[in-house]
């Protein structure tokens, strides 16, 4: 069994560093992204939480909807996920991309949020100077899709690069379930990092019906519209269309 610390009422790896500086304060770790995501989300019946880390946006969750799937494929952050959130979570051990198969992830072991799936060639990894056998863990990737799910009233995607594969794989349930779609926008490898991925989502999301709304912090807000004009010679979303007043 692994050693753990507490953060705040939080278990985390007693390798964490990162979440260390927020103590008693962790709970409100992003909170404003969350916040502004449930001023979108009309079906409260179930959140997907992809890339749960230990569970803090999952907790939170699991106040406003029925049920919350936390998907989340490390061992360490899994065994700190099961002390740490409440009976409505159910914790899925797996990552999520675009085929069903086996994927090796490079753990970060001071902060286990920064570890990415190394060996898919659609996803940005960061520059590393040695890579430490030791710090692979294999684990099963799946699609979204096959998991055929019903409804969808939230999802999160915070999986370090990962977010455009994790889409391909989701396109059908996005467009069956219309979830609010909170993602993270940051740059692999820092912030002089590449944004590729980042463009590379945007535009799979546009392309199923999604526009953007308010970034907060790192993290875009996205909601299924029918009502999209394009405008300008580069393309960008224009203003929301309104319905026509049912006669």
Not at 25 to 39: H, M, T, V
Not at 99 to 122: C, M, Q, W
Not at 144 to 168: C, M, N, T, Y
Not at 177 to 190: M, Q, S
Request: proline fraction near 6%.
């Amino acid at each position: 069994m692994m050693t753990t610390i507490m953060i705040g009422e939080l278990y985390f790896p007693d390798t964490e560093r990162h979440f260390q500086v927020f103590g008693d304060g962790i709970a409100d770790y992003q909170r404003p992204q969350r916040e502004k995501a449930f001023e979108y989300v009309q079906d409260w019946r179930r959140a997907i939480d992809l890339g749960a880390n230990v569970g803090i946006f999952s907790r939170h969750f699991a106040e406003k909807f029925g049920e919350v799937w936390a998907i989340e494929p490390l061992r360490a952050n899994i065994e700190c996920l099961e002390k740490n959130v409440p009976n409505n979570v159910l914790i899925k051990k797996m990552a999520v991309g675009d085929e069903n198969r086996e994927v090796s992830i490079y753990l970060t072991p001071k902060s286990l949020g920064g570890a990415f799936v190394f060996d898919h060639a659609e996803v940005g990894r960061p520059p590393l100077k040695v890579i430490d056998e030791t710090l692979m863990e294999v684990v099963p990737m799946v699609t979204l899709d096959s998991l055929e799910l019903d409804h969808v009233g939230l999802f999160k995607l915070d999986i370090q690069g990962s977010e455009v594969i994790a889409l391909r794989g989701a396109e059908q349930t996005l467009k069956r379930c219309r979830p609010v779609i909170l993602i993270e926008e940051k740059p692999v490898g820092g912030p002089d990092g590449s944004i590729e991925h980042v463009e590379i989502a945007t535009d799979l999301l546009v392309s199923f019906g999604y526009v953007p709304k308010e970034r907060v912090g790192a993290d875009r807000v996205f909601v299924f519209t029918t009502d999209r004009m394009r405008i300008g010679a580069t393309g960008e979303w224009g203003p929301l269309i309104p319905r026509p007043a049912e006669q």
